[in-house]
């Protein structure tokens, strides 16, 4: 049974940081890429950050980058996501999400396994 489990979301002021981990078992972790979506309330779930089998790889949504910084470690079946510089518009829920494939995509219906999402909060 595949499990992926976010960790790490909470509330901040704006200019702050938090790191969500992802981990993830019943599947062969190093062959999967992952992925960060989000998703506001009233809004479509989007793309945050993707990342390729090796970590070599990563995108970054245009709002994001230089702020977030997406790694894995797969010795721990474990993906990150770095987020610096918080804004407002970053609050949402965030998801982590498996692609049966060891290349990044930015599309949602890419992605096979989900976690249950983690919340993200950022105040002015």
């Known amino acids: 049974q595949v499990q992926v489990v976010e960790s790490g979301g909470g509330s901040v002021q704006a200019g702050g940081s938090l790191r969500l981990s992802c981990t993830a078992s019943?599947?062969?972790?190093?062959?999967?890429?992952w992925g960060w979506f989000r998703q506001a309330p009233g809004k479509e779930r989007e793309v945050v950050s993707c990342i390729n089998w090796s970590g070599s790889d990563t995108y970054n949504t245009p709002s994001v980058k230089g702020r977030f910084t997406l790694s894995r470690d797969n010795a721990k079946n474990t993906v990150y996501l770095q987020m610096n510089s918080l804004k407002p518009e970053d609050t949402a829920t965030y998801y982590c999400?498996?692609?049966?494939?060891?290349?990044?995509?930015?599309?949602?219906?890419?992605?096979?396994?989900w976690g249950q999402g983690t919340q993200v909060t950022v105040s002015s």
């Open positions: 019943g599947l062969p972790f190093e062959r999967y890429a």
């Open positions: 999400a498996a692609r049966a494939n060891v290349f990044c995509s930015v599309s949602i219906n890419d992605y096979k396994y």
